[in-house]
């Protein structure tokens, strides 16, 4: 195996390292976006969240809050 240098390795050496194989996506229910409706709590909270997000620089949050105003909030609503 040869030895690789990020800061210089181009994409034929890569390529002759790695095998990358594009696969199909299952039919599981959260691809199915189109299918999906929101109460209107479900709905009031995404709002809030992304409202809140919106006026903020979410690149000098830590990732503490960012997890912690917006993806957790998210997630209890993917429930």
């Known amino acids: 195996m040869p030895k690789l ?3 210089t ?3 034929a ?9 594009e696969g199909t996506v299952g039919n ?3 691809n199915q976006v189109s299918n999906t409706s929101l109460t209107a709590y479900e709905l009031q909270r995404a709002n ?6 919106l006026n903020r ?5 830590n990732e503490a809050t960012v997890w912690g105003k ?5 997630l ?3 429930e």
């Open 76 to 78: 209890t609503l993917a």
């Open 5 to 7: 240098t990020f800061s």
């Open 57 to 61: 620089d979410t690149t000098l949050m």
């Open 13 to 21: 050496e890569l390529q002759s390292c790695v095998d990358l194989r």
């Open 28 to 30: 599981y229910a959260w």
């Open 70 to 74: 917006a993806i957790f909030p998210l």
């Open 9 to 11: 390795i181009s994409l």
């Open 48 to 53: 809030e969240v992304s409202n809140y997000l």
